[in-house]
C-alpha cells in the first residue's frame, strides 16, 4: 500500500478553520484518498474521500493537490468536539478491501 | 441502523485463558473486518470476511487467534493462551461490498487487558 505521511499532532482555536495536510507522494492513479476520526475512546469514523477533485460534505471538504501528492482535510470551524485523531489512508480501486492506519494526526481545540 | 455493535465492551483476564469477542455488524453488511487498536497507534488489520468466506488474515493473526462469521452474520474472534502482548483494542467493522468510497463503519472496540 502507498503510504502517507502526517504531523504528529496540531492545534487549533475552537470556530477557527483547520487545515490537516496528509503527504501521499507515492499514490498511484487509482488510489483513492480517505479521511477518517477518531474520537476519544471510539472506534474510527468516516469524515471525507475522493479522487481527483475537491470534495465537501456536511463534516470538512478535502483538496486535493493537482498532482496528488498531497491532500489537505479542511474543518471550516473546529469545536471542541472536533478533536481528535484525524487519519489519512490511500486505498486501490481494485482487489484492495481494507484500509491501512498510519499514526494520524492529534488534533487539539482549545477554547 | 443501530451500527455495528461489539461486546463485551471490557474484558480483564488472566494470562493463559481464552477470551472470545463477538460483533454483530450493521444488517445487510456483507464485509465484515477486524482490527486490533494498541494506545498511541493507528488501527492494525487482522482479518476480513465477505459473507461466511474469510479472505484475507494478517499476520498478526497467530495461531491462538481464530475469527469465525458462520451465517455471514455475526462474527467471533477468538484468543486462546491469552499473552500480556494481546492487551488492546479490538476493532470491528463492516460495509458492503466493496465499491470506492463505501463507508466501512467501526464499532466502538472491544477493551482486552491481560494480566
Known amino acids: 500500500d502507498a503510504k502517507t505521511t502526517q504531523p504528529n499532532s496540531m492545534e487549533s482555536n475552537e470556530e477557527e478553520p483547520v487545515h490537516l495536510p496528509c503527504n501521499h507522494s507515492?499514490?498511484?492513479?487509482?488510489?483513492?484518498i480517505h479521511w477518517y476520526r477518531q474520537l476519544p475512546s471510539q472506534g474510527p469514523e468516516y469524515v471525507i474521500h475522493?479522487?481527483?477533485s475537491n470534495v465537501n460534505n456536511r463534516m470538512a471538504s478535502l483538496a486535493i493537490a493537482e498532482d496528488r501528492k498531497s491532500s489537505t482535510l479542511i474543518l471550516h470551524r473546529a469545536t471542541l468536539r472536533d478533536a481528535a485523531v484525524y487519519y489519512c489512508?490511500?486505498?486501490?480501486?481494485?482487489?484492495?478491501?481494507?484500509?491501512?492506519f498510519g499514526t494520524g494526526t492529534r488534533l487539539q481545540v482549545t477554547l | 441502523d443501530t451500527g455495528v455493535s461489539q461486546n463485551p465492551r471490557h474484558k480483564i483476564t488472566k494470562r493463559g485463558q481464552n477470551v472470545t469477542f463477538r460483533c454483530d455488524p450493521i444488517?445487510?453488511?456483507?464485509?465484515l473486518y477486524w482490527y486490533r487498536q494498541t494506545l498511541g497507534q493507528g488501527p492494525e488489520f487482522l482479518t476480513y470476511f465477505q459473507n461466511e468466506a474469510q479472505l484475507e488474515k494478517s499476520r498478526l493473526l497467530s495461531d491462538r487467534f481464530s475469527a469465525e462469521r458462520p451465517k455471514g452474520s455475526f462474527s467471533t474472534l477468538e484468543i486462546q493462551r491469552t499473552e500480556q502482548g494481546d492487551s488492546a483494542m479490538y476493532l470491528c467493522?463492516?460495509?458492503?461490498?466493496?465499491?470506492?468510497?463505501?463507508?466501512?463503519?467501526f464499532g466502538e472496540g472491544s477493551w482486552l487487558t491481560v494480566v
Open positions: 475522493g479522487l481527483t
Open positions: 507515492t499514490i498511484s492513479g487509482t488510489d483513492y
Open positions: 467493522a463492516s460495509s458492503l461490498n466493496w465499491v470506492v468510497g463505501n463507508t466501512i463503519y
Open positions: 444488517s445487510e453488511h456483507n464485509r
Open positions: 489512508i490511500l486505498s486501490y480501486t481494485g482487489t484492495a478491501s481494507k484500509l491501512t
